[in-house]
């Protein structure tokens, strides 16, 4: 019986690690700020609409080139049929609807 007991514990604690977020994985998740990760959030800037033009966040992502396309980081141009991605809890910090 105490075989079961420390299975289920153990798998419990491997679910939740596997969902948190990360820092140091290129986001700036809604629990990460640049205080807390600045590898993943210490570019301020918010990208605009369209080419990217120098080191930015889309949408959670920092990139440095490409497109940002309603928050949404891509190699290709945007295409105006796009539809904004849902905002994420805690600050808006591109094109998303709510």
Do not use: F, H, W
């Not at 289920?8 to 596997?18: D, E, G, H, K, Y």
């Not at 986001?27 to 080191?55: F, N």
């Amino acid at each position: 019986m105490p075989i079961r007991i420390v299975a289920i514990v153990t798998t419990l604690a491997l679910t939740t690690a596997c969902s948190e977020s990360k820092c140091g994985d290129g986001q700036c998740d809604a629990s990460e700020s640049m205080e807390t990760c600045p590898e993943d959030c210490s570019t301020t800037a918010v990208c605009e609409q369209g080419p990217v033009i120098s080191d930015c966040i889309c949408g959670t992502i920092a990139v440095s080139s490409g497109y940002c396309c309603n928050g949404r980081a891509q190699t290709t141009e945007c295409s105006d049929a796009q539809t904004p991605v849902s905002c994420a809890d805690g600050l808006v910090t591109s094109a998303c609807t709510c």
